[in-house]
């Protein structure tokens, strides 16, 4: 089943973010676009290059109006002692979601039931608070931040320019399409 225009339920999880312990809400994410990203677990291997990589890109992520909120299903205090023993992840300023009982994976049919982690997923929410965009793929494959950023601006531009639609590799400043009717009614 398509999570795409899926409304984020309500929630409220614990976090680390700036040195210290905070709570994000449902009504936190509302009203901006967010990514939320998921991931295994602190500690791990492949977990830190992505989360540098976000961070290493974080700035441009806000300068889109776009918040990240990488979360796994780890305590706030196992995100605090893995921020303070990694210089990867001492580069992370973006709030770090905790999600011990795995209700937000569970909510967005990310979780691993068997290993009791969350799976890499990567979703863009629009400032209703609804999935317009989402990629999931196994524990062993980090991701790509630079293609994370073109997702939202793509989701941005579509949402700000009703009718029209971006192609494969849209960068801000690219042509986009306007689909129209062929000879027998379908949409091209």
């Known amino acids: 089943m398509s999570m795409i225009h899926k409304e984020v339920a309500d929630f409220a999880a614990l976090a680390y973010h700036k040195g210290e ?7 936190d994410i509302l ?3 967010s990514v939320f990203f998921f ?16 961070a290493n890109n974080y700035e441009k992520f806000q300068e889109i109006g776009c918040e990240i909120y990488s979360i796994s299903c780890d305590t706030h205090y196992v ?36 290993d009791g982690l969350a799976e890499r997923g990567s979703f863009i929410i629009n400032p209703e608070g609804k999935i317009v965009g989402y990629e999931v793929v196994a524990g ?3 991701r790509n931040a630079d293609e ?12 700000r320019h009703n009718g ?20 027998i009614g379908l949409l091209e």
């Open 164 to 183: 029209q639609v971006c192609p494969a590799k849209w960068r801000p400043g690219n042509d986009t399409l306007k689909p129209g009717y062929n000879l």
């Open 79 to 114: 995100h605090k002692a893995w921020h303070e023993a990694s210089q990867a992840i001492q580069k992370v300023q973006f709030p770090m979601l905790a999600d011990p009982a795995g209700k937000l994976a569970r909510d967005f049919d990310v979780m691993n039931e068997a």
């Open 140 to 142: 062993d494959v980090g």
């Open 39 to 54: 991931y295994p677990a602190d500690f791990t291997f492949v977990c830190p290059t992505e989360l540098e990589d976000l």
């Open 31 to 33: 009203g901006k676009w």
């Open 148 to 159: 994370l950023l073109r997702l939202v601006q793509a989701s941005q531009f579509v949402a």
């Open 21 to 27: 312990s905070t709570t994000v809400r449902k009504k």
